[in-house]
């Protein structure tokens, strides 16, 4: 009691500094797991057993978690892509000019996940698909796996035989999901820059699905392969080559430990700018933004939005050649682990304002209140989209927003530094 | 000259000392592995331990700091008697109000990019007529129009355009072929000063948080400009004199001298930081090669050679001490008490035109003005304004090395500001 009260109480099962420091800073106390705790900072296996029907875990007012009970609806890839095919399908159904198709039958406007099928389940589909273009890759990734573990590329059919047998000899045609892999379309012509490729991490904070609220990060990055790209087949199994996941690219032989083959997305802005124009860039940037919270959209409605629970996501895109984004998958524990001295900062200011906007003012939290921060506490977070306030002006408006008007929050919305733009999403 | 002399001599003894000729032949098989590789020369690993560049800024500060003028006498130039920075050589350079003459573009009352775009000035302001104009410029091909334009400073989307117009590249198919037979030079032949390039890379661009990107496109810049006789005319209008080798036997006997190496220029540690930025705006490897040649046959060349050139490093390097003595006396007296000559620690970033020191979007704004005003004052202007800047926290330091420190991190300076305020907000 006395001074103790009316400081956070909090707990982790994530041993990183940049969250203790931040914690510490703010004069929470650290408590265990068994006590009283106002905010837990929770792996997402632990987020499993806390919201599991056996345990019954009851979270009070006064208690922040920092993942949503069923977040997997996002961040598993391939509940992510069923989640989403989900959403076009019931757009179209509506006759949402969202859902419009071009003369091949591909979505105009919600075109960002490539092609992905799962396996075993999908196999023939995915088959049927293979043989239209028999020369292309494939990428293999695991259902439950991280960091780039598992995965692998394929140009053949007869290197993943072993998802075809299972599929026709098993009565059951659901696996356990931790031997579930997706297969999906790899993205040959991505955008190299010095001949190499790269892929973007964004970074996501979501405080609620419905209304949807979300802030993007400003301040992502851009991950290098150390060796150069090259899309001949000798190198399909030179993993240095293909995945840009730090945890990877880590033990290459030419991995840098000032820089970490990190570029700052402002960086990434100056040079595409620069050497392909304002309008390209601008309408690279706004698909990005706008692919992100179409992702969000479509698990809104099958996400448990739980009160007490807030997100920081690890959103993951390639671009390709032609400036297209594509997103790739979306993390639910994006590394606290710093690669580089820039690296930690760059976490360390994360979190912080992550916390300025989930638990406002650093105080013990009510899970009831409004989750509408003021403008001064976002730090390096922009608002990416206001749901509240996009209909408060006016309930036509998503609908219009294709044909060149701003869905997103007019004047919320700031690029760079406040300045208020009309997002002129096509 | 005896300085050029030295360079000369480093190098030739690297060259007796490993037993690497300055050139040799490639064979073949060799040739052929090159040019599989040369889009990925990063990836290479060759042992560099035993190499070391030829010289680094701070020698080559030593040899200015001791120079003197025979001719000069002392009671001619009063005013000088006073000067007590490290050059010691009587040359002419401006004030401060003859430098707001010079660039009155920069004054209070102008729009400026890197000022006037900021977030929250609205664009109808200045930003969006400063890009027509712009793109008018570039649809007549002006260039003389180009370059009174770009002091005010180019827009992202079209600086490499404007760039190219002022400094007339244009990349036609003769200017290709002739980079392609750079290319074949550098496939064919193998040089000494190559791995003094290789070196360099690795030691600056491949460890900087902006150029590592960019590191093969600088060994396919920089190898074949090394290559690049037509550099050599730019010796007829700088003080300089390329250095010159002789055929193995025949010292001495100048029908059997060449130039060494070809382009006459020998790279010094933090050389490959010119050409780094230009990535950032071309990304084909025959245009920014001529680029950057353009870049420094009239402007680089003059920060590392001696000369009485207003542009050139020692006229920068006095104009930058006798601004801060000027309009800073105490900050100086201060610095020069603790054995911190302001100019140690300037020297660096002037000599590399703050390559690698400035956020790279800093930077292109402060090379717009050296385009703009064909002129490299605009470096030790800089360099006194960021003195400046810091002159609080300078004042309370004791030693050279807390002075280092207190202006070792440039990256989050804001270029415009600083220059306008020192030259036009500064009570002088």
């Given at each position: 009691f006395g001074i103790m009260a009316g400081k956070v109480k909090w707990v982790t099962d994530i041993e990183k500094s940049v969250l203790i420091n931040n914690f510490e800073k703010r004069g929470w106390i650290q408590v265990a797991e068994n006590e009283d705790w106002n905010f837990y900072w929770m792996s997402v296996q632990t987020i499993r057993n806390v919201f599991s029907v056996e345990t019954g875990y009851r979270l009070s007012d006064?208690?922040?978690v920092n993942h949503f009970p069923n977040h997997y609806e996002l961040t598993r890839k391939d509940l992510m892509v069923k989640n989403i095919k989900r959403y076009r399908k019931e757009l179209e159904k509506e006759g949402s000019p969202l859902a419009e198709k071009d003369e091949n039958g591909k979505y105009i406007y919600l075109d960002f996940v490539p092609v992905t099928f799962m396996l075993p389940a999908d196999y023939n589909l995915f088959v049927e698909e293979f043989r239209k273009n028999p020369s292309s890759t494939w990428i293999m990734k695991p259902c439950g796996k991280a960091q780039g573990k598992g995965i692998f590329l394929i140009n053949k059919l007869s290197q993943i035989k072993k998802w075809s047998r299972d599929s026709k000899t098993s009565s059951f045609v659901s696996q356990s999901s931790k031997e579930a892999y997706v297969i999906s379309l790899y993205i040959n012509n991505p955008l190299l820059i010095g001949g190499k490729k790269f892929d973007l991490r964004l970074y996501v904070l979501v405080s609620t699905y419905r209304p949807l609220r979300c802030y993007m990060y400003k301040l992502g990055f851009c991950r290098f392969c150390t060796v150069k790209y090259t899309p001949s087949t000798s190198e399909l199994d030179n993993m240095f080559v293909h995945l840009t996941n730090v945890a990877i690219q880590k033990h290459g032989d030419d991995y840098n430990h000032i820089h970490g083959g990190k570029w700052t997305v402002s960086n990434l802005r100056l040079y595409l700018e620069s050497t392909r124009g304002k309008e390209v860039t601008n309408k690279l940037f706004d698909e990005i933004h706008w692919i992100i919270v179409q992702s969000l959209k479509a698990v809104a409605p099958v996400m448990n939005n739980d009160k007490h629970c807030f997100e920081c996501y690890g959103y993951d895109i390639i671009i390709d050649d032609k400036l297209k984004p594509w997103l790739i998958e979306v993390n639910a524990s994006p590394s606290l682990t710093s690669s580089t001295a820039n690296d930690r900062i760059l976490k360390y200011n994360l979190i912080n304002d992550t916390l300025n906007i989930a638990v406002p003012n650093g105080e013990i939290p009510d899970c009831k209140w409004n989750k509408s921060p003021p403008k001064e506490v976002l730090g390096n977070y922009e608002v990416l989209y206001d749901e509240e306030m996009a209909q408060s002006d006016g309930p036509d408006r998503d609908l219009r927003g294709r044909s060149g008007q701003s869905t997103g929050v007019k004047g919320n919305r700031a690029r760079d530094s406040g300045k208020p733009v009309l997002t002129t999403w096509k | 000259g005896s300085w050029e002399k030295r360079i000369l001599k480093s190098l030739n003894s690297m060259c007796t000392e490993l037993g690497i000729p300055l050139a040799r032949k490639r064979p073949v098989s060799e040739q052929k592995e090159l040019l599989n590789k040369w889009n990925e020369m990063g990836t290479d690993e060759p042992d560099l331990s035993l190499f070391r560049p030829v010289y680094a800024p701070k020698d080559f500060l030593e040899v200015l700091m001791n120079l003197r003028n025979p001719n000069y006498e002392n009671g001619e130039q009063p005013s000088f008697r006073n000067h007590l920075g490290l050059i010691q050589v009587p040359l002419k350079v401006k004030d401060i109000p003859e430098l707001k003459e010079d660039f009155s573009e920069l004054g209070l009352n102008i729009g400026q990019l890197g000022i006037d775009d900021s977030a929250q000035v609205p664009p109808?302001?200045?930003e969006n007529e400063h890009v027509r104009v712009g793109q008018k410029v570039l649809a007549e091909q002006d260039s003389a129009a180009a370059q009174q334009y770009v002091r005010q400073g180019c827009p992202t989307a079209l600086r490499a355009d404007l760039w190219a117009l002022i400094l007339n590249i244009s990349n036609q198919p003769e200017d290709i072929l002739y980079y392609e037979q750079l290319?074949?030079?550098?496939?064919?032949?193998?040089?000494?000063?190559?791995s003094l390039i290789y070196k360099d890379v690795k030691l600056t661009a491949s460890n900087d948080d902006y150029y590592f990107v960019f590191e093969d496109y600088l060994y396919q810049v920089l190898l074949c400009f090394s290559r690049d006789t037509s550099v050599l005319e730019h010796f007829t209008y700088s003080s300089a004199t390329p250095p010159k080798s002789y055929i193995r036997g025949k010292l001495g006997m100048e029908e059997y001298a060449v130039f060494y190496p070809p382009n006459g220029v020998i790279p010094f540690h933090g050389f490959s930081m010119y050409v780094a930025p230009l990535c950032f705006?071309?990304?084909?490897?025959?245009?920014l090669y001529q680029i950057f040649r353009e870049m420094y046959v009239r402007f680089f060349f003059r920060l590392h050679s001696i000369s009485s050139h207003p542009s050139g490093i020692v006229s920068l390097c006095l104009l930058f001490e006798t601004l801060l003595q000027t309009h800073l006396p105490q900050l100086f007296y201060h610095l020069r008490e603790i054995g911190a000559?302001?100019?140690?620690?300037?020297?660096k970033?002037?000599?590399?035109?703050?390559?690698?020191?400035?956020?790279?979007?800093?930077?292109?704004?402060?090379?717009?003005?050296?385009?703009?005003?064909?002129?490299?004052?605009?470096?030790?202007?800089?360099?006194?304004a960021v003195f400046a800047f810091r002159a609080v926290n300078?004042?309370?330091?004791?030693?050279l090395a807390a002075a280092e420190a207190v202006l070792a991190d440039l990256s989050t300076l804001k270029v415009m500001p600083l220059l306008q305020i020192f030259l036009f907000a500064t009570v002088t």
């Open positions: 006064d208690q922040i | 109808e302001f200045f290319k074949t030079n550098v496939i064919q032949h193998d040089l000494l000063v190559d705006l071309y990304h084909e490897p025959s245009k000559q302001p100019l140690r620690i300037s020297f970033w002037m000599v590399r035109a703050f390559s690698g020191y400035l956020a790279t979007d800093q930077l292109l704004l402060l090379w717009d003005r050296i385009l703009g005003y064909n002129s490299l004052e605009i470096l030790a202007v800089l360099a006194a300078l004042m309370e330091v004791t030693s």
